[in-house]
């Protein structure tokens, strides 16, 4: 095991670097960016990193994401506006190249939603690493709202050593009003119900993505963040 | 299937948990952290910081706070109390809050709602209403009318219509707070919170009234409530969030127990 280094909880400035870090871990690099786009939920992701002792750094700059060894893209609020802040800083292509090295990539919320090819919010298009579309959440019955704001049972689809520790009646929290519509089954790995059964956990390969928010998952959601933060990028 | 929620509200004065709130653990006197910390670890759905101080150059006091708060739990929180601009609730976010509760600004100025909404998302802003049992009438159709100031002030505005408004205006969650049974630990006043749970789409949270276990189990079933606040009954030693979830469960109600 690397030595971790310890950064204090609730850091307000931003860490800088990639190379002292690097040193501490020559031969696995468990260091994890984020991207930082101003899509909101960020400090959270790395407030969580750093509750389960994993070195976090957030950056904007596309030429240091795009060098990423392991790579979280959160998201909240508006896919259109995530998106075009994506495409007018380049970060969007600097995401692309880390999930073409086939490091490991983990979309959180509307950055999972963005792993698909299109989004009805706005609409936009995404970056099509996998394909399929998110489409709005529509449910019949009035007593549902929407909003799908809380904690729902995510049922594994098939293993994925993300989801590895979770059981069959465990919760995690959501909050949001679009649903991941992949066109391959094979890419669905968790679903929850909301009216209707929809895919909340998809990925390919060294990239996997989650509608649910880890980071406000307790230690559930922890745990999947540890795990992310040992994954090997391969699937099972 | 969603969980119903349990949610618990810490008032919180210059930083410190109000005196009105009696911890029977009294090492966690005062430090709203640790506080919420056990309640994290028991099982916690959710969890709401009141900010009741009266001081405006107190108020980075509460920013701190939240910080700290932020850094040890992992569940959603909110924040209200105070919250009079957009830049307090772009602050409160940073700081580490999941959502922030607009209440007697929003009321005096509703376009507060949809400038918040905007730079946060609806996701993250709740309206907080505190609402008073009156007679029906012209104005208030309802006769349930909205009022401020922790009660004290009449606005004239249906409780009912407000609710509608808040939702339009870009509320992603309304907090339903009767005044008539706030503090009287004899239940949520059902009728109102299933009105308004009923006219809205968005998440409804009952406030007001919890003293038993049959008081959640009333209001998040008969009361068509998303989500039932709790105070006292928490604080003071009373009932566990664990018990309380066991106590609905055991009932039927689909609540969270991993």
């Known amino acids: 095991m690397p030595t971790l280094v310890a950064r204090p909880a609730g850091a307000r400035e931003r860490a800088v670097s990639g190379s002292n870090a690097k040193a501490c871990y020559p031969t696995h690099n468990r260091v994890i960016t984020i991207v930082d786009y101003n899509a909101g939920n960020l400090r959270s992701v790395k407030r969580a990193c750093d509750a389960v002792g994993i070195e976090a750094i957030f950056t904007h700059d596309p030429d240091r994401v795009a060098r990423a060894e392991r790579l979280i893209f ?20 600097a995401v692309r190249t880390v999930v073409k090295r086939g490091m490991p990539v983990l979309g959180i919320c509307v950055g999972a939603q963005l792993v698909l090819e299109s989004s009805e919010e706005g609409p936009t298009p995404g970056l099509g690493f996998l ?5 709005l959440l529509r449910v019949a019955d009035p007593e549902l709202k929407i909003p799908h704001m809380g904690w729902n049972n995510v049922r594994v689809e098939q293993p994925h050593p993300l989801l ?27 679903t ?31 745990a999947l963040l540890d795990r992310f933060a040992r994954w090997d990028g391969k699937p099972c | ?118 730079a946060i998302g609806s996701q993250s802003t709740v309206l907080s209403m505190d ?38 205006l870009g509320a992603g969650e309304i907090v339903v707070n009767s005044i008539d049974a706030d503090g009287t630990r004899e ?33 998040l079933t008969e009361g068509h409530a998303d989500a039932a606040l709790v105070a006292s009954m928490v604080h003071y030693g009373d009932y566990t969030v664990a018990a309380l979830k066991d106590y609905l469960a055991g009932r039927g109600v689909k609540i969270r127990r991993s």
Request: proline share 4%; with cysteine; net charge negative.
């Open chain 2, 187 to 219: 239940g949520y006043e059902i009728k109102l919170t299933r009105m308004i749970a009923d006219a809205v789409r968005v998440p409804v949270i009952a406030s007001g009234g919890a003293g038993k276990p049959e008081h959640l189990y009333e209001v």
């Open chain 2, 1 to 118: 299937m969603l969980s119903k929620r349990i949610i618990a509200c810490l008032d919180v004065r210059d930083g410190k948990l109000a005196k009105s709130v009696k911890f029977v653990d009294t090492k966690d006197i005062g430090d709203p952290v640790a506080k919420a910390k056990q309640y994290y670890e028991g099982g916690l759905d959710e969890l709401v910081f009141y900010d009741i101080t009266a001081s405006s150059d107190k108020r980075a006091i509460m920013l701190d706070v939240v910080e700290q708060v932020a850094a040890q739990i992992f569940i959603p929180f909110s924040v209200g109390g105070g919250v009079r601009a957009v830049e307090d609730a772009t602050s409160l976010r940073l700081a580490g809050a999941e959502k922030v509760n607009v209440n007697t600004a929003a009321v005096q100025d509703p376009e507060l709602i949809a400038r918040v909404a905007t």
């Open chain 1, 164 to 190: 590895a520790h979770l059981q069959p009646h465990d919760e995690l929290y959501f909050v949001h009003s679009y649903y991941l519509d992949p066109a391959n089954s094979a890419d669905v790995y968790a």
């Open chain 1, 131 to 135: 394909p399929g579309h998110t489409r």
């Open chain 2, 131 to 168: 609402v008073l049992r009156v007679a029906v009438s012209g104005s208030i159709p309802s006769g349930y009318e909205i009022v401020i100031h922790g009660g004290r002030t009449h606005t004239g505005i249906d409780a009912l219509a407000w609710a509608r408004k808040a939702e339009a």
């Open chain 1, 192 to 222: 929850t119900e909301h009216g209707t059964r929809f895919c909340c956990a998809l990925g390919k390969d060294n990239l996997f993505a989650t509608q649910f928010h880890p980071e406000k998952s307790g230690k559930l959601g922890l």
């Open chain 1, 74 to 93: 959160p998201g909240v609020g508006h896919a259109k506006t995530a998106m075009d802040t994506l495409v007018s800083t380049g970060l969007g292509e």
